[in-house]
């Protein structure tokens, strides 16, 4: 048999070859094998799949609720807060992508009278932000959460091996996107194939990539449901405080922030939302309820009101009862005033009727007519009755 002979002076070159060759191969499997391991490990808590949704993909906003872009100095409340990740989860569910979701949450000085935020000149920004903000698996239940919407959070090692992909994988496994539509992010296969889209460069709030807030039907996510998403120690404190209420009804009655006024130039008193003050006093709430809790009832109250004894003239026909006759039940478990609210609103929800202050829907029963949002007016308070009891 013959064989081939090659020459003396070049006897490593096919090997050499088929080392690159072969270093390239197992460096595209090694990337492909960690892909396929960010699909199939993580912390059993940061993500829970379900069958529907594709969680091979990701959806990335920032790392603060609410400032996506440059505008993180400061933040709103708890509500406008949600308003934005109610948006966010909502593209998610859009785009069937997993929501890498803050890991803490801004909370706002002026919500919270519990747990006061010290800030040192010294901090660093960092510093701030962390004095600043809670844990949000503090205020949301992940895993409930990921029954609707999967969800990991920004500090968990499944986010960083989805980063490290990204990266390797280059324009092919992330794309950063600024005021692109929820639609073309879908049906555009230049978007909709990525690993990861990262919406960041946009400086607008999250929700404001919601362009038809106001259209029922474009709405995937009820009002309700981050309400009912509370971490487990909160709705847990709220079970146990609605067994002690028993049979009972509620109302929230927001005063504080919403209620200020300002002069014009000449002097006169003007506020946004001229009936509220009226609306939202005793001797107006006693007559506004009469039709729909009857005498005699439990009736739960949560408000921004901070008078000592401001709604004690309504003892005269209900059993008035406050969050703060269970503050032994509270004290252990809440930290700040969002987790206080959040008990608050899953007591509300499971009141017989519930009576609002502004009314979010048509059927709901509100103390106040006035709009809650988008006014702009600056108009003259009103405390005369509309109508006599």
């Not at 706002?108 to 006061?116: E, L, R, V």
């Not at 895993?143 to 499944?158: A, G, Q, R, W, Y």
Request: aromatic letters at 10%.
């Amino acid at each position: 048999m013959a064989f081939n002979r090659t020459t003396k002076g070049k006897p490593k070159a096919p090997r050499s070859k088929i080392i690159v060759l072969g270093g390239s191969v197992s460096a595209i499997a090694l990337v492909f094998l960690l892909s396929s391991l960010v699909f199939t490990t993580g912390s059993p808590k940061s993500h829970v799949k379900f069958e529907g949704h594709n969680n091979n993909k990701y959806l990335y906003w920032g790392t603060r609720i609410d400032c996506p872009g440059k505008h993180c100095g400061s933040c709103e409340g708890l509500g406008h807060q949600e308003s934005s990740l109610r948006c966010a989860l909502e593209e998610a569910i859009y785009l069937r992508r997993t929501f890498v979701m803050p890991s803490r949450m801004c909370i706002n000085p002026i919500h919270n009278k519990k747990g006061i935020l010290h800030r040192s000149t010294n901090a660093t920004s960092e510093d701030q932000w962390e004095a600043s903000s809670c844990a949000m698996d503090s205020l949301y239940d992940p895993e409930l959460m990921s029954e609707t919407v999967p969800v990991i959070f920004d500090n968990s090692k499944e986010w960083y091996r989805v980063l490290s992909i990204s990266m390797k994988l280059g324009a092919r496994g992330i794309a950063h996107v600024d005021r692109v539509s929820r639609i073309e992010l879908k049906e555009n296969n230049r978007y909709s194939d990525l690993l990861l889209i990262n919406r960041t460069a946009s400086p607008l709030s999250w929700f404001m990539e919601c362009k038809d807030r106001n259209n029922r039907s474009a709405i995937m996510l009820p009002y309700s449901f981050l309400p009912s998403m509370a971490a487990k120690k909160l709705r847990d404190a709220a079970e146990k405080i609605k067994a002690l209420l028993g049979d009972y009804d509620a109302i929230h009655v927001r005063r504080g922030d919403k209620i200020k006024t300002r002069k014009d130039r000449f002097g006169v008193a003007r506020t946004l939302h001229p009936h509220l003050d009226r609306d939202t006093r005793p001797e107006f709430i006693l007559c506004k309820i009469a039709k729909w809790v009857a005498p005699g009832r439990t009736l739960f109250i949560a408000s921004n009101e901070r008078t000592p004894g401001f709604f004690s003239p309504l003892s005269v026909r209900y059993r008035l009862a406050y969050s703060s006759n269970y503050s032994y039940m509270l004290d252990p478990v809440i930290e700040n005033n969002y987790e206080l609210f959040m008990i608050e609103r899953l007591i509300m929800m499971g009141a017989k009727t519930f009576i609002r202050t502004f009314k979010e829907d048509e059927t709901d029963l509100s103390l106040c007519d006035d709009p809650k949002k988008n006014t702009k007016k600056w108009q003259i308070p009103v405390y005369t009755a509309d109508e006599t009891c």
